[in-house]
């Protein structure tokens, strides 16, 4: 079974660096063509894809918010971390992050809210 | 602004069935897999559909998908009050080089 658990801060100020965690189980970054995801969803709106990892350290980014965004994974821990840089207050919205498998986002954790506002 | 194109909201009565619509491109649906996805409000959405038509285990047969050149359906029969949802489509998007989502529908069951 697979489960997933996004953390981190659920207020930030504007301009400040957001550093989200995904803790996950019953699957492993180190199986071929696995990867795990972030997307995010502003109160009340669509769902928007923000970043990929794949098991072999392939990464993909949505080009909207490219610049701001970082991930990376400690395979050991079974962990991914989204970091997004500048935050603002339209960045509210709940994170969640999803595996990547059989060609869509799989199991989602329940999603963090992060509010950005000073 | 979504890639792909849905139409904001939708409506059946229980026992009908519907459709849920999701337009693209030759860069997306046109030429990869399509999932969808339901949400209840205030919850995490679940995926209903994976590779075109393909439904997760648990997933009630009442929920098809299907996919015609650069659009897919959704189809939700014998509807039920449980059904009221928001409903996404998803595909991988081969000019962006990631996943793209539609704007969502919302399913009202009368």
């Known amino acids: 079974q697979i489960t997933l658990k996004e953390s981190g801060p659920t207020l930030v100020k504007p301009t400040q660096t957001l550093t989200l965690t995904c803790t996950f189980s019953?699957?492993?970054?180190?199986?071929?063509?696995?990867?795990v995801g972030w997307i995010r969803q502003p109160p009340g709106k669509a769902l928007e894809w923000l970043a990929l990892?794949?098991?072999?350290?392939?990464?993909r980014y949505g080009p909207s918010l490219k610049s701001r965004l970082t991930i990376t994974k400690d395979t050991s821990k079974n962990q991914v971390v989204l970091t997004m840089t500048n935050m603002d207050p339209v960045d509210t919205a709940t994170y969640y992050c999803?595996?990547?498998?059989?060609?869509?986002?799989?199991?989602w954790g329940q999603g963090t809210m992060v509010t950005v506002s000073s | 602004q979504s890639v792909l194109t849905q139409a904001p909201s939708t409506s059946g009565t229980p026992g009908q069935r519907v459709t849920i619509s999701c337009s693209g491109t030759?860069?997306?649906?046109?030429?990869?897999?399509v999932y969808w996805y339901q949400q209840v409000p205030g919850m995490a959405p679940k995926l209903l559909v994976y590779?075109?038509?393909q439904r997760p285990s648990g997933v009630p047969d009442r929920f098809s998908g299907s996919k015609s050149g650069t659009s897919a359906s959704l189809a939700i029969s014998g509807l039920r009050s449980e059904d009221e949802a928001d409903y996404y489509c998803?595909?991988?998007?081969?000019?962006?080089?990631?996943?793209?989502f539609g704007g969502g529908t919302k399913l009202t069951v009368l």
């Open positions: 999803a595996p990547w498998t059989n060609d869509a986002f799989d199991i």
């Open positions: 019953g699957l492993s970054l180190s199986t071929p063509d696995v990867g």
């Open positions: 990892i794949y098991w072999n350290e392939d990464k």
């Open positions: 030759t860069s997306n649906i046109g030429r990869n897999y």
């Open positions: 590779r075109d038509y």
């Open positions: 998803g595909t991988w998007d081969d000019s962006l080089s990631g996943p793209i």
